[in-house]
């Protein structure tokens, strides 16, 4: 296990993130607006995330708008979706090309899905599944891809003790995880491939078929150099037994606020008041020559809308 906390002094701290970028503002609209309120899934700001095509996983577009353009926001699958009626947001940037398809158990449902009485989530006690499937766009070095949070501005940590025991837990679903929670720009992050609970690499991915991210992955398959697939929070591998104890999706619920299960002793926490109201990610990024450098393969932010209150406040500061 290698865990690696960094230290920082007030002036040693990580490239400074503007506060938007051309029509996306770090502050989403009102909840009000939100299609699926009181959740929210859109591109990162700032990381060169753009959405191409937004389409049912049968291939067809997605034609319903529902107010998902004027909020700027995604749709999210809420796991009982017919077979073939699963959304999935089709993005590049610069250094990857893919699809996300994001399941949160319980997503408030859309008109224009067709939906049955069974759930992806039925038997299982995971809260959240999202899928990646794309390519690279040049090649890159797999051990400098990592995964993880990072924020813009410091948080309000719970206690020490309370801190520690998170890290603790955290470091055995990531045993390379590296943490920095002094500086003005928090993040913690690890290996993408050893956090990812499902990796599959395909040899032909020119004829692949790109409509499946709805189906259950298995590994393992052939492997290659050119086309991938993650899974976070999705079945173990056939034939593998699942580590009990070590911590998963699980641990996330997103009933009332986007919250943290740690279990006995310690109870609840809530992400909201943990990270100031500044949304949880789904994301990867490429480690350039300084560890400090990040250029984002994807990033995409989750909110809720407890989250707002803070992150409203924390914009008419200028934070």
């Avoid at 995604?74 to 610069?94: A, M, Q, T």
């Avoid at 390519?135 to 501005?153: A, E, H």
Wanted: glycine residues 6%; hydrophobic residues 35%.
């Amino acid at each position: 296990m290698a865990l690696q906390e960094t230290e920082h002094h007030q002036e040693e701290d990580h490239e400074s993130m503007p506060s938007e970028i051309e029509g996306i503002s770090e502050l989403p609209g009102s909840p009000s607006k939100w299609p699926q309120r009181p959740l929210l899934v859109r591109p990162t700001p700032n990381t060169a995330t753009e959405i191409t095509r937004i389409r049912y996983s049968s291939g067809a577009d997605f034609l319903e708008d529902e107010g998902f353009a004027e909020s700027g926001s995604l749709p999210i699958n809420g796991g009982k979706e017919c077979l073939g009626r699963s959304v999935i947001v089709d993005f590049h940037s610069s250094q990857f090309v893919g699809s996300l398809m994001i399941r949160i158990r319980d997503a408030p449902k859309l008109e224009s899905i067709q939906y049955q009485s069974s759930s992806y989530f039925d038997g299982k006690k995971r809260t959240f599944q999202a899928v990646i499937r794309g390519r690279f766009r040049l090649p890159l070095v797999m051990r400098n891809c990592v995964t993880g949070q990072t924020f813009r501005r410091a948080g309000k940590l719970p206690s020490r003790w309370i801190v520690n025991s998170f890290v603790k837990i955290f470091s055995i679903l990531a045993p390379h995880l590296e943490i920095d929670l002094r500086s003005k720009h928090p993040r913690f992050l690890a290996p993408l491939c050893a956090t990812a609970q499902t990796v599959l690499v395909e040899r032909r991915p020119e004829v692949a078929d790109l409509a499946c991210l709805d189906k259950t992955f298995v590994e393992p398959l052939a492997t290659s150099r050119s086309s991938v697939l993650w899974e976070e929070g999705a079945s173990h591998a056939s034939g593998s037994k699942p580590n009990e104890s070590v911590p998963s999706r699980d641990m996330l619920d997103f009933k009332d606020d986007i919250s943290i299960k740690m279990g006995r002793p310690l109870g609840s926490f809530s992400v909201s008041q943990i990270t100031d109201g500044q949304p949880i990610k789904f994301m990867s990024a490429y480690r350039g020559q300084s560890r400090n450098d990040l250029e984002y393969l994807w990033s995409f932010d989750i909110w809720h809308e407890s989250f707002f209150p803070l992150a409203s406040q924390a914009h008419r500061r200028g934070t």
